[in-house]
């Protein structure tokens, strides 16, 4: 009976975060692996009363589920993202203006000269029964004509997370799309590259982290990259025909909204922020992110990291101080002091180890700075989704990440309506259930902010 529940759960929990079929149109150009669902948001945009006259704000953009899906829906929209190749990503998402036809010619013309260029310098980029295959450049000089990364750029990508010659032939497919380059269509190239990287070319596998697979010593590259272009194509038929409201993506650090919105009034918030983890979010796209040219150097991805709420502990910077948001936070203060003193009671020297407790500070920290700079933007009677999920990655000790964020929500004036299960999933560590919900708030305006401040203080003084 157990098991029986246990696959149930496993089930209703795939089936409540899966891609409908009729969800693809644009939303799978790209996608974060575990990227909350359109019909989460379109459940949301409902119930919030949302429509042309709105204007919805997406503070954590990712890939664009929430602004893809207001777009479809005719509704403004605007979303912020501080990672350069998922801001990219939803850039693209929301432009439907380019000419499938003229997208669909270009590319088959970048396909041609790749191919030509590959077979002219002996490498085969076809992908017959494993069998069948041959690649005609083999022996010791293979690896002297293969093109590489910088070795700056190679240290910044997972070891053996693309093989030697599934590279090379990228590369040279790059080459080809900078040398008869066209404006119209590079963005939606690029962006289908970075699927066919991630999803055929390389040796990553998400489960649900980003790891390394077993290697390929090859995989074609051109033709599933033009396979990706002709169904972008065939969506952007469809998508030309529809009234669609406008969509604002902005390159920025959701901890600063006043300043990147300061002339937009936002209506209702539908995100998902990172959570309290190791998930270090910057793997998941560094692949991508360093063969298309938007991360380039450790410099680079150190201000990419700098921009992100402290979610992990490979993201903790000398200086960093979100913390003192939270420092009357009780709970918060407690969760923390319980995972140093369980590191000090198992012997956990290392020095991400150490770092746990901060981060737990750091993260929660880094959402009040966020909500407190929300207000500014916000309309009196906003309406706020924020999906977040529990968290035990921190040597077993529990987070319950959407109660402590609708405490601190609450303690920054906001009013929390309810905390809503969205879905359960299995812990690495325990192997527990643990709870992914909707935290739903509403803004009630300034002054009953202030009136609120006031009865804290006043009961501070008591």
């Not at 293969?146 to 693309?162: G, M, Q, T, V």
Request: net charge neutral; proline share 5%; with cysteine.
């Amino acid at each position: 009976m157990k098991q029986d529940l246990q696959t149930h759960i496993r089930s209703t929990n795939g089936t409540q975060n899966r891609l409908s079929v009729e969800d693809r149109v644009a939303h799978d150009w790209y996608r974060f692996v575990l990227s909350f669902p359109p019909h989460l948001v379109r459940d949301y945009l409902h119930r919030f009363g949302m429509g042309r006259d709105s204007m919805v704000l997406d503070p954590f953009c990712g890939t664009g589920t929430t602004i893809v899906e207001c777009k479809k829906l005719d509704i403004p929209s605007v979303g912020v993202e501080a990672n350069p190749f998922a801001y990219f990503a939803s850039t693209v998402k929301t432009d439907w203006s380019p000419d499938p036809d003229g997208l669909l010619k270009h590319a088959r013309e970048v396909a041609e000269l790749a191919s030509e260029k590959l077979d002219s310098e002996g490498f085969d980029d076809q992908s017959p029964l494993p069998l069948f295959r041959q690649t005609r450049k083999t022996g010791p000089g293979c690896a002297e004509v293969l093109r590489k990364l910088p070795p700056e750029k190679e240290k910044l990508l997972l070891a053996n997370s693309i093989s030697p010659l599934p590279l090379h032939k990228t590369l040279v497919l790059i080459e080809c799309l900078d040398q008869i380059r066209d404006d119209r269509y590079r963005n939606h190239e690029l962006l289908a590259l970075g699927k066919t990287l991630v999803n055929v070319i390389s040796n990553l596998h998400f489960g649900p982290e980003v790891g390394v697979g077993p290697a390929k010593p090859d995989s074609p590259v051109v033709a599933p990259w033009l396979a990706t272009v002709e169904s972008v194509a065939a969506d952007l038929r469809c998508l030309r025909e529809t009234n669609s409201a406008p969509a604002t993506v902005y390159n920025g650090d959701a901890r600063q909204i006043s300043q990147i919105l300061s002339s937009v009034t936002i209506d209702a918030v539908i995100t998902s922020p990172p959570y309290p983890n190791e998930k270090d979010y910057t793997r998941t796209t560094r692949l991508e992110s360093v063969l298309l040219g938007f991360v380039s150097s450790k410099d680079d991805l150190q201000a990419l990291k700098q921009g992100l709420v402290r979610s992990n502990t490979r993201g903790v910077y000398k200086g960093d101080d979100d913390d003192k948001w939270i420092a009357d936070q009780d709970e918060i203060q407690r969760i923390a002091e319980a995972i140093e003193k369980r590191r000090i009671e198992l012997g956990k020297t290392s020095g991400f180890e150490r770092q746990y407790h901060k981060v737990t500070k750091l993260y929660f920290g880094g959402m009040a700075r966020h909500l407190a700079e929300l207000r500014t933007v916000l309309r009196t009677g906003a309406r706020l989704a924020y999906v977040v999920g529990d968290q035990a990655s921190y040597l077993r000790v529990m987070i319950r990440t959407g109660q402590l964020l609708a405490d601190i929500a609450e303690s920054l004036g906001y009013q929390v309506e309810n905390i809503e299960l969205f879905r359960t999933r299995l812990a690495t560590a325990t192997r527990d259930q643990l709870r992914e919900e909707v935290v739903i708030l509403r803004w009630p305006g300034p002054r009953s902010h202030h009136q609120h401040a006031g009865v804290k203080l006043i009961e501070a003084k008591r």
